[in-house]
C-alpha cells in the first residue's frame, strides 16, 4: 500500500481521469494499407499525459516493469518537456524503447500495476515510452553523443538476434565486453523483423534499434546458422568467452487434422514472415509473393493470430475470421489486438475446434474448414476453463485460405546439434531462470527458447538477466588484470 | 555480399556457378543447401551445393534458369558479380556408410545434386552404380565425373539421342533385376520421376531414400512451408529432411504443393524479361 503522506496525494483532485488518446488510422483506411495503426503522440500530447503521473514515492510500475525502467522519472522528465533526458533514463534499463512501447503488453506490466489505475485510467506508460523513442530518432543532434564503452578483450556470441538477443548483446557491450550477433535470416531482428507486422511496428523502427546497438559498437553477422555454419562447440572454442542463445520459438506447430497439407493452408509464420521480412505485399515491385484468398479462417486466439487475421484483410481478403475455441474471455491475444481486429472488420468464430480442412474436387486446395462447437467446463492446468466438443454440432466454414496460429515450438536447429545440451520434453532448452545457465560451461540461454512463447518483453528481460550473469561468469574467469572490470567495481 | 567467381553454361538453360562462400564451404557435407538472396529486394530460394573447396572457400551450385531469381542470376558476371545473401549449410547430410551395392538415380538438373553423394558413397568403399537421365543428349552434364567415381554408369534420354532411349525408371527395373541384392537406393529429380522409381524399388524391398524440393522460404525450420507428408506425418523438408524415405513421401502432394505459385512465378519472370528486353533496347541506341 502506497504511505499516508505522499505528496501524489495532493496532486490527487488535479488529475485527468482519462488518458491522453492515441491518434489511429480509421479502421476503414487502415485495411487497405501495411502503415503504422497508431500514429503517435505530439510533444503537447505526451506533456499532457506524462503530467497525469502521480510521482509515486514507492512506484509499483517500476516492479512491473521485466526490466525495470525507471518510469517516475521519465515520465516526470517527458511531464517537463524534457525529452532528451527522458529517453536517457529509459535507455539505462531499455535499448529497445521504441519496440517495447508499441509490442508490449502495458495493460499487465507497467500500467497493469500503476497506482493510479486503481482509481482512473492508468498512465499511458508505453505510448510515452514510444513517443520519447520516435523523439529521438527525430532529434539526434539534441542527444549527448552516445558514450562509447571501451572494449574489453573478452568476446561474447548472441545466438540470434531476436528480443532476448538484442537485450543482452546490448547489456553485454555496456557492460564493456565485445559482442557478436549471429542471426540465420538475411537481417537481424528476429520475430520484430520477421513475425509482428509492419502495421504494428513499422521495420523501420526496429531497424533503428539495431543501427542504436551498431552504433555502441555491436557486431551483427547475418546468413549465420549456428548448428550448421558452425556449431556451438565451435563457437566456444573459437575465441569466444560465453555464449547466449536467444533463438527463439520458431517452429510453427501444425494441428494434425486432416487436409492441413492442402494448398492455401499456411503457417502464421509463414503468412507473416512472407509479407513482413520478403514484405510480399509489394509483389511484384518485390520477388517474393504470398496469395491469400476472399475467405480467411485463422486458427488461435493469440497475438500472433490477430496479426495474421488483420494481415491477411491488408492482402485483399474480404472475410477474415479467428477460429478460437474457447469463448472471448479466455483469448490469450492483448485486449488492445482484439478491439483493433474488430474494428477492422475481423470475425470472430468462438468457441469452435477445426476438425478438418476440406478440398476441392481435385484435392489441391483448401474451400472449407470443418469445425465442432465447444463448451467450457472446469479447469484445465493452466487455470483456463476446459473445452469440450459437443458431438453433432458440427459446421462447415467456408474459406480458401486458412492460417495456423496455434503457437510455435522452440527453434530445433540448435538442441539437434548441440551434444549435451539439456532440453526438456517440448524441446526447450533447460536454463536457470534468473541467471540462464545452461547444463554446458559457459553457454547461457534465455527467452522463449527456455519459456517457451511467451511476451518480447520478457525475453529481453531474460537477455538482460542472463547477460549480467555472464558478465559476473566472464569476470570470475578473469579475476586478475582487465581495467575496464577493474574500474567497473 | 558473396562473390561469383566463376560461371559457365553446362546446358541449355543450366549454369554452373562457383561462388565464395568461406563458412558454408568450411562446414558443408554431401546433401546440403543453400538458400540464397541475389540482391535487397530478393526472393530466397534453396540450392543444392555440389561441391565445395574449403581451402579456397568457394561452393559449387548447379542452377536451371526457370524462373524469374534464376533467370536473373544467369546475368551475374563472374569476378565483379555477387549474391547479396548465401545462408547455410542447410538441411541434413546424407548418410554416407559402406551399405554395400547402391544406386543413385538423377534426372534432369536433379544430376547435380546427386554427384556428391554419389562420389562420397563410392568413397567409403560401396560398389556404386549411377543412372542418369535427361531429355536429350544437350542437356546431360558431368557424365565424366560420374563415370570417374562410379562402377557402372547407365546413361537414358527421352529421344534416345544418348545412351539408352526412355527413363531412368527402365534402367533402375532392369538393375534391379539383374542384380541379386542391392543395398540402397537414391533418387533425385523431379517429383513425378521419384514417385515412378520408389514404385519400382518398393517391390524389391530396397530402402529408397527421395531428396526432396518443396517450396521453401527461410530454410530453417520457421515458416513450415516446405511440409512434406510422410508416413502420414508433416515433415519439414528443410529441418527434418532433405532426405526422406521414398516408400512413405505422399509425392502427390508435393507436386500439389509445387504449384501453388505457378502463376506468380510466371508474372514474375514475364515482367523481369519485359524489363530487360527495354533496358537493352535503350542500351543500343
Known amino acids: 500500500m502506497r504511505p499516508i503522506g505522499d505528496v501524489a496525494w495532493d496532486r490527487h483532485a488535479m488529475i485527468r481521469p482519462k488518458r491522453v488518446p492515441m491518434r489511429e488510422q480509421n479502421p476503414r483506411d487502415r485495411v487497405r494499407n501495411f502503415r503504422e495503426v497508431a500514429l503517435g503522440y505530439t510533444p503537447e500530447e505526451a506533456v499532457q499525459e506524462a503530467e497525469r503521473c502521480l510521482q509515486c514515492q514507492f512506484p509499483t510500475c517500476v516492479e512491473g516493469c521485466p526490466v525495470h525502467v525507471d518510469i517516475p522519472r521519465f515520465v516526470g522528465q517527458a511531464s517537463r518537456g524534457r525529452f532528451a533526458g527522458a529517453i536517457g533514463t529509459i535507455h539505462q534499463q531499455n535499448l529497445l524503447p521504441a519496440v517495447c512501447g508499441r509490442v508490449c503488453p502495458q495493460e499487465a506490466q507497467c500500467e497493469g500495476t500503476c497506482a493510479l489505475g486503481r482509481k482512473f485510467e492508468p498512465v499511458a506508460i508505453g505510448k510515452l515510452e514510444r513517443f520519447c523513442a520516435d523523439w529521438s530518432a527525430n532529434h539526434e543532434s539534441d542527444l549527448p553523443t552516445v558514450e562509447h564503452t571501451p572494449m574489453a578483450k573478452t568476446h561474447v556470441a548472441v545466438v540470434g538476434s531476436g528480443p532476448a538477443g538484442l537485450t543482452a548483446a546490448a547489456e553485454l557491450r555496456r557492460l564493456g565486453h565485445r559482442v557478436t550477433v549471429f542471426e540465420l535470416l538475411h537481417e537481424p531482428g528476429g520475430v520484430l523483423i520477421y513475425g509482428i507486422p509492419e502495421f504494428r511496428l513499422p521495420k523501420a523502427?526496429?531497424?533503428?534499434?539495431?543501427?542504436?546497438?551498431?552504433?555502441?559498437?555491436?557486431?551483427?553477422?547475418?546468413?549465420?546458422?549456428?548448428?550448421?555454419?558452425?556449431?556451438?562447440?565451435?563457437?566456444?572454442?573459437?575465441?569466444?568467452?560465453?555464449?547466449?542463445?536467444?533463438?527463439?520459438?520458431?517452429?510453427?506447430?501444425?494441428?494434425?487434422?486432416?487436409?492441413?497439407?492442402?494448398?492455401?493452408?499456411?503457417?502464421?509464420?509463414?503468412?507473416?514472415?512472407?509479407?513482413?521480412?520478403?514484405r510480399a505485399y509489394r509483389f511484384p515491385d518485390v520477388d517474393t509473393p504470398i496469395r491469400v484468398g476472399k475467405r480467411v479462417a485463422v486458427i488461435g486466439g493469440g497475438n500472433v493470430a490477430m496479426d495474421a487475421a488483420r494481415t491477411a484483410l491488408r492482402l485483399g481478403a474480404k472475410d477474415s475470421s479467428i477460429v478460437y475455441r474457447r469463448s472471448v474471455e479466455e483469448i490469450p491475444a492483448r485486449a488492445e489486438e482484439v478491439e483493433h481486429a474488430q474494428e477492422e472488420g475481423v470475425r470472430f468464430q468462438l468457441l469452435a475446434m477445426p476438425v478438418r480442412f476440406l478440398a476441392d474436387k481435385t484435392d489441391d486446395h483448401v474451400t472449407g474448414v470443418e469445425c465442432v462447437e465447444m463448451k467450457l467446463q472446469g479447469m484445465d492446468s493452466t487455470g483456463r476453463r476446459h473445452p469440450v466438443p459437443l458431438p453433432g454440432t458440427e459446421f462447415i466454414l467456408p474459406a480458401d485460405t486458412v492460417i495456423i496460429a496455434t503457437g510455435n515450438g522452440p527453434h530445433p536447429l540448435i538442441p539437434q546439434t548441440s551434444p549435451g545440451l539439456a532440453v526438456d520434453r517440448r524441446g526447450n532448452i533447460i536454463a536457470d531462470p534468473v541467471t540462464g545457465e545452461t547444463n554446458l560451461a559457459h553457454v547461457f540461454a534465455g527467452g522463449d527458447i527456455v519459456t517457451g512463447a511467451a511476451t518480447v518483453i520478457e525475453a529481453m528481460g531474460a537477455g538482460k538477466r542472463a547477460a549480467i550473469a555472464i558478465d559476473r561468469h566472464i569476470s570470475a574467469m578473469n579475476p586478475d588484470t582487465d581495467p575496464i572490470f577493474a574500474s567497473r567495481e | 555480399m558473396y562473390r561469383v567467381v566463376e560461371q559457365r553454361p553446362l546446358a541449355p538453360r543450366i549454369r554452373e556457378y562457383v561462388i565464395s562462400a568461406p563458412d558454408v564451404a568450411r562446414t558443408a557435407a554431401p546433401g546440403q543447401f543453400v538458400v540464397i538472396?541475389?540482391?535487397?529486394?530478393?526472393?530466397?530460394?534453396?540450392?543444392?551445393?555440389?561441391?565445395?573447396?574449403?581451402?579456397?572457400?568457394?561452393?559449387?551450385?548447379?542452377?536451371?534458369?526457370?524462373?524469374?531469381?534464376?533467370?536473373?542470376?544467369?546475368?551475374?558476371?563472374?569476378?565483379?558479380?555477387?549474391?547479396?545473401?548465401?545462408?547455410?549449410?542447410?538441411?541434413?547430410?546424407?548418410?554416407?556408410?559402406?551399405?554395400?551395392?547402391?544406386?543413385?538415380?538423377?534426372?534432369?538438373?536433379?544430376?547435380?545434386?546427386?554427384?556428391?553423394?554419389?562420389?562420397?558413397?563410392?568413397?567409403?568403399?560401396?560398389?556404386?552404380?549411377?543412372?542418369?537421365?535427361?531429355?536429350?543428349?544437350?542437356?546431360?552434364?558431368?557424365?565424366?565425373?560420374?563415370?570417374?567415381?562410379?562402377?557402372?554408369?547407365?546413361?537414358?534420354?527421352?529421344?534416345?539421342?544418348?545412351?539408352?532411349?526412355?527413363?531412368?525408371?527402365?534402367?533402375?527395373?532392369?538393375?534391379?533385376?539383374?542384380?541379386?541384392?542391392?543395398?540402397?537406393?537414391?533418387?533425385?529429380?523431379?517429383?513425378?520421376?521419384?514417385?515412378?522409381?520408389?514404385?519400382?524399388?518398393?517391390?524389391?524391398?530396397?530402402?529408397?531414400?527421395?531428396?526432396?524440393?518443396?517450396?521453401?522460404?527461410?530454410?530453417?525450420?520457421?515458416?513450415?512451408?516446405?511440409?512434406?507428408?510422410?508416413?502420414?506425418?508433416?515433415?519439414?523438408?528443410?529441418?527434418?529432411?532433405?532426405?526422406?524415405?521414398?516408400?512413405?513421401?505422399?509425392?502427390?502432394?508435393?507436386?500439389?504443393?509445387?504449384?501453388?505459385?505457378?502463376?506468380?512465378?510466371?508474372?514474375?519472370?514475364?515482367?523481369?524479361?519485359?524489363?530487360?528486353?527495354?533496358?537493352?533496347?535503350?542500351?543500343?541506341?
Open chain 2, 37 to 285: 538472396r541475389l540482391r535487397e529486394e530478393g526472393e530466397r530460394i534453396p540450392l543444392t551445393i555440389v561441391d565445395t573447396d574449403p581451402v579456397a572457400g568457394t561452393i559449387v551450385l548447379i542452377v536451371q534458369d526457370v524462373g524469374k531469381t534464376t533467370h536473373e542470376m544467369t546475368g551475374i558476371d563472374a569476378g565483379g558479380g555477387v549474391l547479396r545473401d548465401v545462408a547455410g549449410p542447410l538441411g541434413n547430410p546424407t548418410e554416407i556408410d559402406r551399405f554395400g551395392k547402391v544406386v543413385c538415380v538423377g534426372g534432369g538438373l536433379g544430376i547435380a545434386p546427386l554427384y556428391p553423394i554419389a562420389r562420397a558413397l563410392a568413397a567409403v568403399g560401396n560398389v556404386t552404380i549411377g543412372i542418369l537421365g535427361a531429355r536429350s543428349r544437350e542437356f546431360l552434364f558431368y557424365v565424366d565425373r560420374f563415370r570417374e567415381v562410379l562402377d557402372e554408369t547407365f546413361i537414358t534420354t527421352d529421344d534416345g539421342s544418348c545412351g539408352r532411349k526412355g527413363t531412368t525408371s527402365d534402367v533402375l527395373r532392369d538393375v534391379l533385376r539383374s542384380n541379386d541384392r542391392v543395398d540402397r537406393v537414391w533418387l533425385i529429380g523431379p517429383p513425378i520421376m521419384m514417385k515412378v522409381a520408389a514404385e519400382i524399388t518398393r517391390p524389391f524391398g530396397v530402402k529408397t531414400v527421395a531428396s526432396l524440393n518443396p517450396l521453401m522460404l527461410d530454410g530453417t525450420g520457421m515458416c513450415g512451408g516446405c511440409r512434406v507428408d510422410v508416413g502420414g506425418r508433416i515433415r519439414f523438408a528443410c529441418v527434418d529432411g532433405p532426405e526422406f524415405d521414398a516408400h512413405q513421401v505422399d509425392f502427390d502432394r508435393l507436386i500439389s504443393r509445387l504449384r501453388y505459385y505457378r502463376s506468380e512465378e510466371a508474372t514474375s519472370l514475364e515482367r523481369f524479361c519485359a524489363r530487360l528486353a527495354m533496358s537493352r533496347g535503350t542500351d543500343t541506341r
Open chain 1, 205 to 278: 523502427v526496429v531497424r533503428r534499434e539495431i543501427d542504436y546497438l551498431k552504433k555502441r559498437g555491436v557486431q551483427f553477422r547475418v546468413n549465420q546458422v549456428i548448428g550448421r555454419t558452425r556449431s556451438l562447440q565451435d563457437l566456444l572454442g573459437s575465441g569466444f568467452d560465453a555464449v547466449f542463445l536467444g533463438t527463439g520459438a520458431g517452429l510453427p506447430r501444425f494441428l494434425g487434422i486432416p487436409g492441413e497439407q492442402l494448398n492455401g493452408v499456411f503457417s502464421a509464420n509463414e503468412l507473416l514472415t512472407r509479407t513482413n521480412l520478403m
